[in-house]
């Protein structure tokens, strides 16, 4: 398979503190949670607006938990590994997409996510149908043109896979907790309502004007 290249405008990024007992229960039994320290977990939150893909454009939502990456003999480090356990899109077609190619488990019903810049940072509100699913705020500090990799597990089951993804654009990341987490009582929030998440970002991320290139999905 040739490499899969999405371009967007922009992805927004928080890392928010959860208990590892919770998180373990949201990831499949081969994979562990990553502890940011002892007993805390990591639950990620990104936001797209994809410009350009195979099937148009779209706005996708990814709740993810983060997880310790798989590293081969020499190989470049991640910066981050996810587990994504819900994702939600605008479109159908961005939906049936990713579930065909990337086996990523799908909220299935449409979904808005709108990205309002404002006062330095970016503001991020989904919903369906006008019923709020979250809301999350970021900041911007220093900009950067950067090209990290990242690494997303997921699971067709007894089928387990790992994604190598390139993200390159204009990044900043901070470590300020400026930021903000409200998750609302929307059926894609079940996973987390319960779990006691923090309602700031301990890290937050923000890249504009890139491309998010996929490598061949690999079994593990």
């Known amino acids: 398979m040739p490499l899969t290249r999405y371009r967007f405008k922009n992805a927004v ?11 373990k229960r949201l990831v499949p039994a081969h994979l562990e949670p990553m502890e940011l320290k002892h007993s805390i977990g990591v639950f990620a939150v990104t936001a797209f607006d994809f410009t350009e893909s195979e099937v ?7 709740m993810a938990v983060i997880t ?5 003999v020499g190989g470049e480090f991640p910066r981050s590994a996810f587990y994504p356990f819900v994702v939600a899109t605008s479109t159908e077609a961005s939906r049936l997409h990713a579930i065909e190619r990337w086996h990523l488990p799908h909220y299935m019903a449409d979904v808005a996510v709108e990205f309002h810049e404002e006062n330095g940072g970016m503001r ?11 809301d999350m705020t970021v900041s ?3 900009w950067t043109t950067v090209n990290h990799l990242y690494q997303a597990f997921t699971v067709d089951s007894p089928r387990r896979f790992k994604a190598d993804i390139h993200m390159e654009g204009t990044f900043t990341e901070h ?12 059926p894609m929030c ?23 290139t996929f490598e061949e999905l690999q079994t593990i």
């Open 124 to 134: 991020v509100h989904a919903h369906e149908k006008g019923r709020p699913i979250l």
């Open 13 to 23: 990024n928080g890392f928010f503190e959860m208990s590892r007992e919770h998180a």
């Open 68 to 72: 310790p990456p798989r590293i081969g």
């Open 175 to 186: 470590e300020e907790e400026s930021g903000e987490l409200v998750l609302h009582p929307h």
């Open 56 to 62: 148009g454009s779209y706005q996708e939502l990814v």
């Open 190 to 212: 079940e996973g987390v309502l319960a779990a006691d998440v923090a309602s700031f970002p301990f890290r937050e991320l923000w890249m504009r004007d890139g491309v998010q």
């Open 140 to 142: 911007a500090h220093k």
